[in-house]
């Protein structure tokens, strides 16, 4: 793909390698910041909300976070919530915790929700979410077991690394891949060419 020049101060409050990789490919050239966002308590504090508001919620907190230190650039916040029946499946942290998620999601179907928000200045202008629908094949140990040696997918929603191996577990795929991995460019070169950024 051909690059497209920013014509708007514009950086991601990201520090996730894929979601480079996928705003590299689109592409763009910009910087990426880190947020430092307590995650885990503004989901305590949003039990109340439906999941997709819940990603639109910690998306907002990460694009003001970053805010605050870089006046007069958009900010990009993205975060990923994924959705298993009534309960989220946070990253899993190490290789027993990605065995055991992959154990609850075979044979069934779970959502990856990817809320965005842009800030300027301290205010939300913007806000998406994405949702995409996932039914995972019937999964033996010994395939789980293989799969998590493979892509290792210890920092990742849902335990499965869909951009390597992670998209051989799955028997039907409803919506972006982009959404999958975590940032849904499609909405997002939306947003960016109607409102000239690019």
Known sequence: MSNLTLLKPFKI????????????????????????????????????????????????????????????????????????????????????????????????????????????NNEIIWTSCDIAKLTMKDLSESDIEKYVKKDKPFKCCGSYKYELNGKNLFSKIEGSIYTIQGLDIDGLLIYLRQNKFI
């Open 13 to 120: 409050a990201s520090s996730s390698s894929i979601r480079k990789e996928i705003i590299s490919n689109a592409g763009i050239t910009c910087e990426f910041v880190s947020s430092n966002v307590d995650e885990e308590k503004i989901k305590k504090d949003s039990s109340n909300l439906s999941f997709s508001d819940i990603s639109l919620k910690l998306a907002s907190a990460k694009a003001l976070e970053v805010s605050k230190k870089n006046k007069d650039f958009y900010i990009l916040g993205v975060d990923q919530i994924c959705q298993f029946r009534d309960e989220i499946l946070n990253k899993p942290g190490n290789e027993e915790n990605c065995k055991k998620t992959l154990k609850k999601l075979s044979g069934n179907t779970h959502y990856q929700n990817c809320g965005m928000a842009i800030s300027f």
